[in-house]
């Protein structure tokens, strides 16, 4: 799964998830564009991505805006010479039971989670095609697959990244460019630390490993799908729950 010669651009790649994931991919091997809405962050991985020797750039794009991800796209290509890899990882959450959901609080999740994949899918393509070998991993949630109360603007974000997962597959098999989705459970970042002892407690008796999952466990399976391992692997969805889903 070595990564050598290999330009990966990971967004919301400031802390948690991302962070992991951009800093594993840097650890085999890739550079990096960390990208996130918080600048400092970025800046402090792509720091940390440096000094194991890599090339990392770090940049403040706010996913949900075209025209931001599209100069950013334009800008890794130019300093980095190259983008082989795309992580859109970015996500948040407004949650709220369907009644009390405001129109903005759906609007916000989906802009970000669901647009902004496409936004950077559409503006990194064009560049990720020169390169004859690519790789997308979409980060879902298990709440895509199967719904939660209170949540329904995220796991309609979630579900819908992996139509988008799937279509992009199809669209781009035939330039050696795969697109598989990773759909995780509860990981323990910032995100899932507001949840109350109550509703952790409950989760954690739903997962058969018996344990919460940490952002390392997704950086893993980012990982081999990101890597030339994954070759005959696209339009897929790999679960990482601790069985919680099976
Ligand atoms: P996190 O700790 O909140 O990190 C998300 C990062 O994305 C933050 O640095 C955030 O910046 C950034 N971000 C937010 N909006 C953005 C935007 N518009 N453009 C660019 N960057 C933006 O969350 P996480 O737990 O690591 O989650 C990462 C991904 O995994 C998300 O897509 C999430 O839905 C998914 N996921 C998480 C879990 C879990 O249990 N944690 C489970 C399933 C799926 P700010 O903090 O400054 O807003």
């Known amino acids: 799964m070595q990564l050598s010669g290999r330009i990966a651009l990971i967004t919301g790649a400031g802390q948690g998830i991302g962070k992991a994931i951009a800093l594993n991919l840097a650890s085999y091997g890739a550079d990096v564009a960390v990208v996130d809405v918080n600048l400092e962050n970025a800046e402090q991985t792509a720091k940390e991505a440096r000094t194991m020797g890599r090339k990392a750039l770090a940049l403040k794009v706010d ?5 931001e991800t599209e100069e950013m796209a334009e800008k890794v290509f130019k300093e980095l010479e190259g983008i082989h890899i ?3 990882n970015a996500g948040i959450t407004k949650d709220g039971l369907i009644l009390r959901m405001t129109e903005d609080d759906w609007d916000r999740v989906i802009d970000v989670n669901l647009k902004g994949a496409f936004n950077c899918t559409k503006s990194i393509l064009k560049y990720m095609s020169k390169m004859r070998w690519g790789r997308i991993v979409n980060i879902a949630s298990v709440v895509g697959v199967m719904g939660n109360a209170g949540q329904a603007n995220y796991a309609a974000s ?3 990244l992996i139509g988008l997962t799937k279509s992009i597959a199809r669209e781009f098999a035939g330039r ?3 697109c598989n989705a990773v759909a995780p459970g509860f ?3 910032a995100m899932t630390n507001a949840l109350t002892d109550k509703i952790k407690e409950d989760l954690l008796k739903q997962i058969p490993l018996g344990r919460f999952g940490g952002p ?9 799908l990101a890597s030339n391992a994954s070759s005959y ?5 790999l679960n990482i729950n601790g069985g919680m889903v099976m």
């Open 158 to 160: 979630k579900a819908g």
């Open 233 to 237: 692997i696209t339009g897929q969805v």
């Open 187 to 189: 990981i323990e970042t």
């Open 63 to 67: 996913v949900s805006n075209l025209k």
């Open 86 to 88: 795309l992580v859109n």
């Open 216 to 224: 390392n466990d997704v950086a893993m399976g980012v990982l081999f």
């Open 176 to 178: 050696n460019i795969t």
